[in-house]
């Protein structure tokens, strides 16, 4: 028996209006009969778009939203049946780390007693100063200074909040923790610091974890088995490998393909599949398969009124799809969608062949040729017409006297001045000998 197993769970919350009479008027269909197991020390992770129910199926485990329908079972015990105070004990077991580390801080409390709250209120150590050690062990583990337990949450960075709110989980000594969104509001170096921690402590302490998450990397990187939901409904479920290795969903195709990939080679190659339509509301959700609005691969007279359950396509793939052999196969053709390349979207991706770039470089330089031959051949023709203009000798013969004229003018003028400063000079001299004598 595995350590977690949901049957059919249902989340519905009543849509209300009115002043007068608060009446009920639909539901929106959160998580839609869901069923999956976790075995203990394995790390399960839920993936899907923003909307598609995955924290508050994660919620629904904790029992922190009421479960409409279906049974959670831990180790044999059907949470979703036991009272509240019985519930309340039971938590001990389950615990969650939170999308957003500042805001699951109370930023009034300083860390020592944000840890020592809930081992106060389950009874674990004899007293302050044997909580205070335990507190310091695991900070330790996390990765944080002893000293950090007189500070408060917005004295830390993101990464160290996130620490906080792991050692907050781990001081109760879980079964299973449930991890949501762990490292989306951290920086991509302390994301991967984070879930290296978590897998050091998963190692070390013999942890389950249910991982929800919509980076596909970060759960690729961290879990054993991958569900994949959409509006509410568990589409597609493997081991992680086999999962992107040959994902048979067209959802989980299409959620793959969006996914870069950091060789160039590869990244030209592939191709991506553009979905048509917008994710459908979950308070009126399609009929049938949830997810035939948008299929590229639908059939109207099975898909819109038939809903496909989740079936073992072998290998511990489930798929919940109607035709995934023959979408496999390649015999069920497109209805609707399109099919591009990955990278740069209506852009040439495949570089030319070595005979094209020879082509393109012999074009070129035949155009840069036929410009030159063009200038070369102006400027002779521009050299004969100037030749051959009546008025071009008597042109040149013109410049050349005035030019002349010019010199001369300027010789005879320089002369005079030198003969009239030779004079003043003369008579300077006369005038200082008469002073003399």
């Keep these: 028996m595995s350590l977690l197993e949901l049957d059919g769970v249902k989340v519905h919350f009543p849509i209300k209006k009115g002043v007068l009479f608060n009446r009920t008027v639909g539901h929106v269909y959160a998580v839609d009969g869901i069923s999956l197991k976790v075995e203990a020390g394995e790390t399960y992770g839920l993936v899907g778009e923003s909307g598609c129910g995955k924290t508050t199926l994660g919620r629904s485990v904790l029992r922190l939203v009421d479960i409409t329908e279906g049974s959670v ?31 699951s801080l109370n930023p009034r409390q300083n860390i020592e007693s944000i840890l020592s709250e809930g081992m106060v209120a389950h009874g674990i150590g004899k007293d302050q100063e044997e909580r205070r050690e ?33 050692a907050r989980a781990l001081v109760l000594e879980p079964d299973v923790i449930i991890c949501d969104e762990p490292v989306s509001a951290l920086d991509v170096s302390v994301q991967a610091q984070v879930i290296n921690l978590l897998e050091e402590l998963q190692e070390e302490l013999g942890l389950t974890y249910l991982v929800i998450a919509h980076d596909l990397a970060v759960v690729r990187h961290i879990s054993d088995t991958i569900g994949v939901m959409y509006l509410g409904s568990l589409v597609e479920e493997a081991p992680s490998d086999a999962l992107y290795a040959e994902p048979k969903h067209p959802y989980t195709k299409a959620l793959m393909s969006a996914v870069p990939v950091p060789d160039p080679e590869v ?41 496909p359950e989740l ?68 400027e002779v023709r521009a050299t004969d017409e100037a030749e051959k203009s009546p008025d071009a000798g008597t042109t040149e013969k013109a410049t050349a006297g005035a030019g002349k004229a010019d010199t001369e003018k300027a010789d005879h003028v320089e002369k005079a001045d030198v003969e009239k400063a030779d004079k003043a000079e003369k008579a300077d001299k006369a005038e200082k000998a008469d002073e003399a004598v």
């Design 134 to 166: 335990k507190i310091k062990s695991i900070l330790d583990k996390v990765g944080l200074p002893s000293n950090a337990l007189a500070r408060y949450p917005h004295e830390f960075s993101g990464g160290q909040r996130q620490r906080i709110g792991i």
């Design 267 to 307: 990244e030209d190659r592939r191709e991506r599949i553009l979905l048509i339509g917008d994710l459908p509301s979950p308070a009126n959700p399609p009929s049938g398969c949830r997810f035939h609005t948008r299929c590229p691969w639908a059939q109207a007279e099975r898909c819109g009124t038939e809903r």
């Design 311 to 378: 079936r073992d396509v072998g290998g511990g793939h489930r798929v919940a799809c109607h035709y995934t052999e023959e979408i496999a196969a390649g015999t069920l053709k497109r209805t609707t969608g399109e099919v591009v390349p990955a990278t740069r979207e209506g852009v040439e991706d495949v570089p030319p062949t070595l005979p094209e770039q020879a082509e393109k470089a012999e074009a070129a330089v035949g155009k840069t040729e036929q410009a030159a031959k063009a200038v070369r051949a102006d």
């Design 73 to 103: 079972v831990l180790d044999g015990t059907d949470l979703a049946k036991l009272p509240s105070e019985e519930m309340r004990r039971f938590r001990r077991r389950l615990q969650m780390v939170f999308q957003d580390p500042l805001g």
